[in-house]
């Protein structure tokens, strides 16, 4: 029969417990000190992590909300090829702008115009209208549109194929012949099919109606006029819905290169309220599941120092994370939860 174990014996098959002493020696001389001294064991952890949670004041400019950021690979194959195409088939678009060479989707504002009452965008009454709706964003108190459009040849480049141009125009006998030489797919040398819907057409592929024209005013993003462009943009979202509003031939929905981004950043916004409900809720779980009939069984308290700690740990976290300049997005804000669920 084996005998006693010796105390200063090594980890073996016999004996298991040599990590299980030295830990419960630690953790008995920790407990002693917390119940000595627990002031230095409560102020300094809250101390702590005030001061690291003041890396909260940098969270504006540590955001990072860009789209393309968040849900792409980093050094994906795509960005890769962008590049190359950038390098050796650059832009000019101030000069000679051509939407096909565009590496991106570019900087833009498009319409889309439905006639009204089951009627054609190239009568007279949805030509007008179509009219008032060019001259509206050419005079938009942005910035001036004349300044920052794509050109080519020396003139801004138009929203729709040229052969489309006279529909934008006042309507007169010159607007009137040019509607009816129109040939649908490709007229006078222009393709149609990207800009007329809904086209019915007669003999010869003449344009007879069409319920939808395509309007896309590109603007310029090289160089500086990069952020006046955004500007011009930020100011047409909020200028043009009341412009719209006075249109009563066509019905006109908008889109912009910028209105997916804010739409994501709105979203990101709007769900905030719902993360604090959600916030209560859990930790409220955390506690209750806690409680017990018996007063000995009880771990109320417990549960509302682990709360607390794990609270305690994110502010730490994020703060000191922020002040080590590391981008902001909005997926981290579920950190919370996975904390409190261990």
Not at 17 to 29: A, I, K, S, W
Not at 67 to 80: H, N, R, S
Request: charged share 20%; hydrophobic share 45%; glycine share 10%.
């Amino acid at each position: 029969m084996a005998g006693p174990r010796r105390p200063a014996e090594g980890c073996s098959c016999r004996n298991t417990d040599c990590l299980e002493r030295p830990l419960r020696r630690l953790f008995q001389g920790l407990g002693s000190g917390v119940a000595a001294c627990p002031w230095p064991f409560l102020l300094v952890p809250l101390l702590l992590s005030g001061g690291l949670g003041a890396g909260f004041f940098f969270l504006p400019q540590r955001q990072a909300d860009d789209i393309e950021g968040q849900f792409t690979p980093t050094w994906g194959p795509a960005k890769a090829e962008r590049d190359f195409v950038r390098r050796y088939f650059p832009t000019d678009d101030s000069e000679r702008f051509s939407a096909p060479r565009l590496p991106t989707e570019g900087t833009y504002a498009a319409f889309i115009a439905v006639a009204a009452r089951e009627g054609s965008v190239l009568d007279r009454a949805a030509r007008a209208d179509l009219h008032r709706l060019d001259n509206a964003v050419r005079s938009l108190s942005a910035a001036e549109y004349e300044q920052l459009c794509v050109r080519s040849d020396g003139a801004c480049a138009g929203p729709c194929p040229e052969a489309l141009l006279p529909l934008l125009g006042d309507a007169g006998a010159n607007a009137d012949a040019a509607v009816e030489d129109l040939t649908f797919p490709v007229s006078n040398g222009s393709f149609l099919g990207a800009a007329l819907g809904g086209v019915r057409t007669g003999a010869g592929g003449r344009v007879l109606s069409a319920r939808a024209l395509k309007l896309v005013y590109y603007l310029q993003e090289d160089g500086p006029a990069a952020a006046e462009s955004r500007r011009w943009l930020e100011g047409f979202l909020q200028e043009v819905p009341s412009h719209l509003a006075a249109l009563k031939n066509i019905q006109v929905t908008y889109f912009t290169s910028l209105s997916r981004q804010q739409e994501f950043e709105g979203n990101t916004k709007s769900v905030i309220p719902l993360f604090s409900i959600t916030y209560f809720l859990t930790i409220t779980f955390s506690v209750v599941s806690c409680l017990r009939l018996s007063c000995i069984r009880n771990n109320v308290w417990l549960a509302c120092c682990g709360v607390v700690s794990a609270g305690l740990a994110v502010l730490s976290s994020f703060g000191l994370m922020l002040f080590c300049g590391v981008p902001f997005v909005v997926t981290v804000t579920n950190a919370p939860f996975l904390i409190l669920g261990k």
